[in-house]
């Protein structure tokens, strides 16, 4: 009998494990830290060994395939040792695409990911499609393919994840921009990341979609260089011969083989530059799939927008505040500040994975009144932008970062957390670094 070890007990190992044990393989779970309750439970009832805290290597390295959590980089001790004896690793997306004949609708890119994935999930949803959310938003793909039977997934995948994936292929793919991200697990290579978002093409053939913003000039350039074989849908802002959507009179406009969508941009329910990129690739989605004009025109209008991710709180003293926690590089919290029409009281800080701030340079200058650094060590933050902003305050907690900001804001401003970093010195992850935003600005 095949022996499957996954390693990592989280939202995706968990899944694994499950659908590893219904194709009949035995299987061993283990984990470095702590497992969750809930992921316990899951693992119990399906009778699934597990460790936690620990890896036991003899019950590791005998293993005949290894499914390993995206948290966990190649450069562990234990990957390379399960390497260099041959053993395959996968990612739980790589093996759940070996058992289900479900059309894959995969997105990626450095930002818009999650906010694209649940506007493209809502569109099909209205539409009647019998359809999985998954990757890294929903549930795992693995435990959904092991327990219910949708004809698409829509999935949401992180570099991380298309490194562990050979087979799997997506029958839409969509790559929304690539920037500098994550480079401490490329060894500081940007090529290497660049290679792992264009994993998202493997595979693909003519009857595939591969969805992409024209004017990425990194997605430009690797174009060129590459020979993707599956159908091309470049969007961009302005019409071209070659795009499939773009803007034309304040109308987005989406061209597929057979059909042609229009709507003012003004309806769209997501605001801002970014966003009507994020609305343009699900719009190709949805088009490329049949869903039916209306629904599409009606799913764009009234989608409710992503947690986390440039999401308004409230008006204290007029002033705004807005939560974009999920901006944990700086390229998002480019984005978000382009998006700012007023003065603006800016909240930066946290881990540093190795930024590089003169991309938000100008933006700041010109729209930012004032800075908040919120973590253990600002030294990066200071070096770059002391000197270039008259007003900068250190805190060392959200509470803190909040009272701060109410201080320096000033009636028809706005206070904008778009921290740039990773959450892990304060805070458990972005989403608790959001919710701690959110809950100091309500006790305001």
């Known amino acids: 009998m095949k022996r499957i070890v996954v390693l990592g007990g989280g939202e995706s190992g968990a899944g694994a494990a499950i659908l590893a044990k219904n194709q009949g393989f035995e299987v061993f779970l283990s984990d470095l830290s702590e497992i969750k309750t ?8 399906h009778e699934i060994e597990w460790e936690e805290k620990q890896h036991t290597e003899e019950k590791i390295l005998n293993a005949d395939e290894i499914i390993k959590s995206p948290g966990i980089p190649d450069k562990a001790p234990l990957i390379k040792k399960l390497r260099a004896n041959g053993t395959p690793v996968i990612s739980e997306i790589e093996f759940a695409g070996r058992y289900t004949k479900a059309k894959m609708i995969c ?113 430009k350039a690797e174009l060129a ?31 597929t083989l057979n059909s042609l969508f229009t709507m003012p941009t003004t309806e769209l329910a997501l605001q801002g530059m970014h966003n009507t990129y994020n609305s343009m690739a699900a719009g190709l989605t949805a088009s490329i799939v049949h869903v039916r004009k209306d629904i599409i025109r009606q799913s764009l209008q009234d989608f409710q927008g992503v947690e986390h991710r440039l999401e308004y709180v409230a008006t204290v003293r007029n002033v705004r505040y807005i939560n974009d926690s999920k901006a944990t590089n700086v390229n998002s919290c480019w984005y978000a ?9 800016l909240i ?52 803190d970062a909040v009272n701060e ?27 608790d670094r959001g919710k701690q935003f959110k809950n100091c600005v309500r006790n305001l």
Not at 138 to 144: E, K
Not at 180 to 187: A, N, T, V
Not at 225 to 245: G, H, V
């Open 107 to 219: 997105i990626t890119g450095s930002n818009g990911k999650t906010t694209t994935t649940m506007l493209t999930y809502h569109i099909l949803k209205d539409a009647g499609f019998n359809v999985g959310l998954a990757g890294n938003v929903g549930n795992s793909l693995a435990l959904q393919v092991a327990t219910e039977s949708f004809d698409y997934y829509v999935v949401e995948l992180s570099s991380f994840q298309l490194d562990g994936m050979t087979d799997f292929k997506a029958d839409i793919a969509i790559l929304l921009n690539i920037t500098p991200d994550h480079l401490d697990r490329y060894d500081y290579n940007f090529q290497n990341y660049v290679d792992s978002k264009f994993r998202i093409t493997q595979n693909q053939t003519g009857a595939d979609a591969f969805i992409y913003w024209a004017n990425d000039p990194v997605i």
């Open 337 to 345: 500040l382009q998006s700012m029409k007023t003065p603006t009281v």
């Open 405 to 431: 900001s109410y201080k320096m804001a000033e009636s028809g401003e706005t206070v904008l957390l778009s921290p740039c970093c990773a959450s892990f010195d304060l805070f458990i992850n972005y989403e």
């Open 225 to 255: 260089k590459r020979n993707i074989k599956s159908t091309l849908y470049p969007f961009a802002i302005e019409r071209s011969e070659k795009t499939k959507a773009f803007i034309e009179k304040d109308e987005l406009i989406i061209q």
């Open 38 to 45: 809930q992921y316990k439970t899951l693992l119990e009832n």
């Open 348 to 399: 930066l800080g946290g881990t540093d994975k190795g930024n590089d701030y003169s991309e938000i340079e100008e933006l700041v200058k010109g729209k930012v009144k004032g800075l908040i650094f919120m973590g253990l060590d600002n030294a990066l933050l200071h070096n770059f932008f002391d000197g270039k902003i008259e007003k900068i305050v250190d805190v060392q907690s959200m509470e």
